[in-house]
């Protein structure tokens, strides 16, 4: 979880609806898990219940998502999930978490599972409404075409009157270019009575959700709705809109990052996870992948082209260009990875140097050790992993072979070229070598012998 509410509020329940099959998604994995920024989009809209302190979450599924909900538990660990059976409507979706509704006190904003753009600051707009006396409110946008939107009809004093469907609209009402997102909120005094009103007498036959606007005018309640941007209510049905929304999630992300003080040369060319953290002073230059769980201090510099993963980087390190780091390692402070090198599951204590064409896996390096070029943690054995540790000040001669499991202790120095498969003792040397033989004027001979034999080939055509 990372948006830790800092003040919980314990009137807010958000109902998440997430039933849908999302068949346009061409997909074996249910719409929601499909991800914007290394996070499931179900994930981003509970992240935003958390981030306004909602306490009560409830998430409606549809059969066999058994998926979806580990995502939920995870992403909101009191939250309840439902399982609607037949997907009959919207308003039959939020009455499937009728015994949580029962129960709460206050207000429910209803969410989509597949609109993961949505902004802490337009969700607020609408649950102000609400805190304000709105017994319904509705989080509008203008949209540049309203093809297949509900539209709000709005009165003479401003009040919201009704959402009509796109398929039950009349020609007047089809040219309001108001619609509804989706995003509604809800007093919750009045809201069951009102859901059980709502019938399917309609062009679909099925429960709306927006009918409960009208049925609440209808009793003299107050309908009210508040207009946020286009972007911020995309929803997600097939993979060209899911790499849409990624596109303006990593815009955002970008924006982000450079307003919390880190330089990115190129942003168009860096990509975020959703989680990842940027310290202050911070240099990024072109072509940077960062997958989920990365963590990044202060004054690092990532030069180009690095893939990074479950991965932390402490202050003043410099990484890259062309390196990977994997799920587990752990680059300390003023360290130097660089080109070609993959580190994986690994601690590198302060100062270390790992300059190039290198595979650590699976070990422990000590402070200001250097690794030479070429050197390999040799940490599987087609059955285990095995750990090898490299002791503080330690010299790794390049081109060598660690067998892990393996120790080299502190100050110890490795001659380049060995293989090492036994423990070596601190400020000790170790080489490992075939002895070197010369045979004097043997290249010469070579050649010449192999000169005469093309030249009779040649002479023999
Ligand atoms: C809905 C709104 C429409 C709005 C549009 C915005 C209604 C009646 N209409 O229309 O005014 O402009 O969203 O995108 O609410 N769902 C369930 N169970 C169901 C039905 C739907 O969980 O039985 C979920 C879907 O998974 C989806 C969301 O509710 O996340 C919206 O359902 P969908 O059928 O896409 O509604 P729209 O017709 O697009
Ligand atoms: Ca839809």
């Excluded at 509410?5 to 898990?33: E, N, Q, W, Y």
């Excluded at 080489?431 to 040649?458: C, G, M, N």
């Amino acid at each position: 979880m990372e948006n830790v509410a800092s003040m919980t509020d314990s009137s807010l329940m958000i109902l998440v609806l997430a039933a849908g099959m999302g068949t346009r998604m061409k997909s074996k994995h249910p719409k929601v898990m499909h991800a914007i920024g290394s996070k499931p989009m179900v994930g981003h809209v509970l992240d935003l219940g958390n981030s306004l302190g909602a306490v009560n979450c409830s998430v409606v599924v549809g059969p066999d998502m058994e998926q979806v909900e580990s995502v939920v538990t995870s992403h909101f660990s009191s939250a309840q999930i439902f399982v609607q059976n037949d997907r009959l409507g919207t308003a039959h979706a939020v009455l499937s978490a009728k015994e949580a509704l029962k129960g709460h006190e206050g207000y429910v904003l209803v969410l989509y599972g597949d609109t993961p753009l949505l902004t802490k600051d337009a969700l607020n707009g609408l649950y102000s409404e609400l805190k304000n006396g709105a017994d319904v409110g509705v989080l509008g946008f203008n949209a540049e075409d309203p093809t297949g939107y509900g539209r709000l009809l709005v009165d003479d004093n401003g009040q919201l009157e009704a959402i009509r469907e796109q398929k039950d609209a009349n020609t007047e009402e089809l040219q309001v270019k108001i619609c509804n997102s989706g995003v509604m909120g809800f007093r919750t005094a009045h809201m069951l009575s009102l859901l059980e009103k709502v019938g399917n007498d309609n062009a679909n036959g099925e429960y709306y959700l927006t009918d409960v606007v009208e049925l609440a005018r209808q009793q003299g309640l107050k309908a009210v709705a508040t207009v946020c941007s286009e972007q911020d209510v995309l929803g997600v049905n097939d993979r060209v809109q899911l790499s849409e929304a990624e596109r303006i999630f990593q815009n955002r992300k970008r924006e982000d990052v450079q307003r919390n003080g880190a330089t990115l040369i190129a942003p168009e060319t860096v990509f975020f996870a959703a989680d990842t953290k940027i310290g202050q002073d911070v240099i990024i230059e072109p072509n940077v992948v960062f997958g989920p769980g990365v963590t990044v201090g202060d004054d690092v510099h990532i030069y180009s082209h690095c893939h990074f993963e479950g991965a932390v980087i402490e202050a003043h390190s410099k990484v890259g260009p062309f390196a990977r780091l994997r799920p587990g390692a752990e680059i300390g402070e003023g360290c130097k990875v660089g080109n070609f090198v993959e580190v994986k599951k690994a601690q590198v204590s302060k100062g270390a140097k790992i300059n190039h064409l290198t595979y650590i896996g699976d070990a422990e390096i000590g402070e200001e050790a250097n690794i030479g070029a070429g050197t390999i943690t040799c940490n599987y054995d087609g059955f285990n992993k095995n750990i090898t540790k490299i002791g503080a000040n330690c010299f790794v001669g390049s081109n060598s072979s660690l067998i892990a499991p393996v120790t080299l202790g502190d100050g110890s120095f490795i001659g380049s070229g060995s293989v090492i498969s036994e423990n070596v003792p601190a400020d000790a040397l170790a080489i490992t070598r075939a002895e070197k033989k010369v045979y004097e004027q043997w290249a010469a001979r070579f050649r010449r012998s192999q000169q005469r034999l093309k030249d009779k080939k040649a002479g023999l055509k």
